[in-house]
């Protein structure tokens, strides 16, 4: 069995929130090379996109190893010192705690861990998100596993036949369920439309315990209780021999979809599938984007990355992406491009409210009354 664990983490931006520094990316590089000659790791994979750096670690360590967790943690150090070395924007963003307590999740950093025995081949693709959400893979991973106008292989492969287990997260309850498709698809669509508190957490074969793709779910807001940056999701997914093909798995961003968590995480964009070249969010702190890092998982070695999503292929993608965007941002500060209140309320929304509480009267006072409360 071999652990594939991706963490990440915005450990500080250059310039604002757009990219990462090349100097924390080596910094990031030194610390799980270390690792990796030490065989503490087997392999592994510096990424990112935008002002995110993911580790993409092989292991025999299974999920939620207090070691691999504490390479994660202290490599994410390291980078934190090369950005406030350099002033870098936001610098520590993510790291909600001062010290490592066993496990990364509800530290801060994004995780997405899957154990499994690796086939006779094992394509798999990590998708890593800024500038968005974890909610922001219920769509594509649904059309994935569960749409045929996405997947011929649910009809053509008599082996995809069954159907998938998808199992969600209520994120403001906490609790985890389970749904079959397709017979139960209609349940599962009424959670997984309402992104931004029911989440895609993992998704199985009929009854199985292996996950075929697993995503990470950790909302920082929820954790630290106000904004900070916005938990920009990873998800990983294994490909082909009775699981979607790797064209089918990608094919899933070709109709960009409305994501939270541009500017200020705050607003309301579409979902941009990019190449690495292109991962750099810019215009209004994005578009939101998605780049697609592919490997050959080999004895656990990762042969890789190819840049899945650097094909002209995608480019009416990026374009039909591009037109979204500037339909949104003609509403300016107006929903639905920003946030309804509600998910303000858990941001931004309380301190406005605080200054200006007193001045809401009853609306059946006097106006005379109403103007002597300003
Ligand atoms: P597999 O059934 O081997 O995954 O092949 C299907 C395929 O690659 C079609 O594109
Ligand atoms: P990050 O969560 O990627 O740091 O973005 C913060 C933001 O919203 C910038 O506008
Ligand atoms: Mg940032
Ligand atoms: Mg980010």
């Known amino acids: 069995m071999i652990t594939l664990s991706v963490i990440k983490a915005d450990t500080g931006g250059f310039v604002g929130h757009s990219a990462v520094h090349p100097d924390m990316m080596q ?7 270390e690792r990796k000659e ?22 025999r360590h299974g999920a939620d190893s207090e070691l691999v967790h504490r390479i994660a ?28 307590a066993g496990n990364v999740k509800g530290m801060g950093p994004g995780v997405a861990e899957m154990q499994f025995e690796e086939r006779p081949s094992e394509p798999v693709i990590i998708f890593l998100g800024d500038k968005t959400s974890p909610g922001a893979w219920n769509l594509p991973v649904f059309r994935m596993f569960a749409d045929p106008f ?9 082996k995809m036949h069954d159907g998938f287990d998808f199992e969600i997260m209520d994120l403001r309850e906490n ?18 439309g309402s992104p931004n508190r029911f989440v895609i957490r993992n998704v199985y074969l009929p009854g199985g315990t292996e996950p075929v793709a697993s995503t990470s779910t950790q909302r920082l807001s929820l ?29 899933a961003f070709t109709q960009p979809h409305l994501v939270e968590g541009w500017m200020r995480g705050s607003h309301c964009g579409p979902l941009m599938p990019v190449g690495f070249e292109q991962a750099n969010t ?19 070695r ?13 480019d009416r993608a990026r374009q039909t992406a591009l037109e979204m965007a500037e339909m949104m941002r003609r509403m300016g500060p107006f929903e639905p491009h920003r946030l309804p209140l509600e998910e303000m309320e858990y941001t931004a929304m309380p301190q406005v409210m605080r200054k200006v509480q007193h001045r809401f009267q009853p609306a059946d006072q006097d106006a005379g009354e109403a103007a002597g409360a300003r």
Request: with cysteine.
């Open 27 to 33: 910094a990031a590089e030194a610390q799980l090379k």
């Open 38 to 59: 030490q065989g503490i790791i087997i392999d592994y994979q510096v990424a990112r996109v935008g002002d995110d750096i993911a580790l993409i670690m092989t292991h």
């Open 73 to 100: 943690w202290e490599t994410f150090q390291a980078t934190t010192e090369v950005a406030k070395r350099l002033k870098l924007y936001g610098a520590g963003q993510d790291l909600l705690k001062d010290a490592f």
């Open 150 to 158: 996405n997947t011929p292989g649910l009809v053509i492969d008599p």
């Open 175 to 192: 609790k985890i369920a389970r749904f079959r498709t397709p017979q139960e698809s209609y349940d599962l669509l009424m959670f997984i």
């Open 223 to 251: 954790i630290a209780g106000k904004y900070v940056g916005k938990d920009d999701p990873v998800l990983i997914v294994r490909c082909q021999s009775g699981l979607p093909a790797v064209g089918e798995v990608l094919e």
């Open 282 to 300: 810019s215009r209004f702190d994005g578009p939101p984007r998605v780049v697609a890092y592919g490997f050959q998982v080999n004895r656990g």
């Open 302 to 314: 990762l042969v890789g990355p190819r840049d899945m999503f650097g094909d002209p292929g995608f």
